[in-house]
């Protein structure tokens, strides 16, 4: 009876266990149909917007221009960079957080292994998971903005896009590179690493599978004056496709991962509850053998 009893502790156990990853899945889904329909419309007009702007930037010679894509340190190694790792603040996610740290830490110790020697790089973590780690690893963090991904929106990450911009423009910052998985299906992310600060050039983008085109564009005030305000917004819209990028991504994740663990506990209750009716069965014949093997003692 004892293994009847272990055996229905554990059938309890798992059951608990699948509600609460089948609860996770249907909330992970929720989430995961909205920010998908938001960053699919969006995708389309940030890209273009950057395109636009990566286009125009490379051939005017403003104050603002030169802001937002000039190089402050011609000598890479004396570069004072900031690393922006994009998680999640959560776990049950599969390999969604694993992937970002991993990427983190080779692109701290091997693309920018002298700037880090030296002390120049620092780590702004948007993930609870991510700062955790890299704490327990010693590895010291500059801040965290945790707190975006609890309440995402466009108006929330302002005033972040615009504490980066002025860093980089007060040269507190020579390079700010974004570290997060880009949505492709829910299924896929995309590790990326992206390049925020300073804008890159038009030159750079041709190298890329996704080259700019050459078009002349009709401009109405003015080139500078378009140019000016065209910038820094696209940048705020830049960080905030990041960040949304990113939180579908963790949702796509989670609800695979959780789809898979309510599977497998559905499997397991399979094999239990075998089991516990065999404990039962062989239980309840060992009685009868004792009823009857007392009965003819009689």
Same mark, same amino acid.
């Given at each position: 009876?004892?293994?009847?009893? &272990? ?28 920010? /998908? ?7 389309? +007009? ?15 010679? #403003? ?27 959560? @776990? ?5 957080? *694993?992937?970002?740290?991993? &990427? ?12 880090? =020697? ?36 466009? =108006? ?12 980089? *423009? ?9 570290? +997060? ?5 829910? @299924? #896929?992310?995309?590790?990326?690493? =992206?390049?925020?600060?300073?804008? *890159? ?15 002349? +564009?009709?401009? /109405?005030?003015?080139?500078? =004056? ?25 949702? @796509? ?8 663990? #309510?599977?497998?506990? #559905? ?8 089991? +516990? ?22």
């Amino acid at each position: 009876m004892a293994n009847l009893k &272990e055996v229905r502790t554990r059938i309890n156990s798992v059951n608990s266990t699948m509600q609460i990853t089948s609860a996770m899945k249907m909330v992970s889904a929720s989430k995961l149909r909205k920010s /998908q329909s938001t960053i699919v419309a969006l995708r389309p +007009y940030a890209s273009k917007l950057q395109e636009i702007m990566q286009h125009l930037s490379s051939s005017l010679q #403003t104050s603002s221009e030169g802001a937002f894509a000039k190089i402050h340190k011609e000598n890479l190694e004396d570069e004072k960079i900031l690393l922006i790792p994009v998680a999640s603040n959560k @776990g049950l996610c599969g390999v969604f957080n *694993v992937n970002v740290l991993r &990427e983190t830490l080779r692109v701290l110790h091997e693309d920018f292994k002298v700037q880090n =020697e030296k002390g120049n790089v620092d780590i702004l973590c948007i993930s609870k998971k991510i700062e955790e780690t890299l704490k327990f690893k010693r590895i010291h963090i500059a801040g965290n903005e945790n707190d975006l991904l609890d309440n995402l929106s466009y =108006e929330t990450t302002l005033p972040f896009a615009e504490r980066l911009m002025n860093d980089f *423009v007060e040269e507190k910052y020579d390079r700010i590179i974004f570290i +997060y998985n880009q949505f492709k299906n829910a @299924g #896929t992310q995309i590790l990326t690493k =992206e390049q925020f600060l300073p804008i *890159v050039s038009e030159e750079k983008v041709e190298e890329t599978k996704n080259p700019v085109e050459d078009v002349e +564009y009709i401009f /109405q005030p003015s080139k500078e =004056e378009i140019l000016n305000s065209l910038i820094p917004n696209s940048l705020k819209l830049q960080v905030y496709k990041i960040l949304l990028d990113s939180f579908t991504s963790e949702h @796509g994740a989670r609800m695979v991962s959780m789809t898979k663990a #309510t599977d497998n506990a #559905t499997e397991l209750l399979k094999d239990l509850n075998l089991s +516990y009716n065999k404990a039962r069965q062989g239980a309840i014949t060992n009685e009868i053998i004792e009823i009857v093997g007392g009965a003819n003692a009689l």
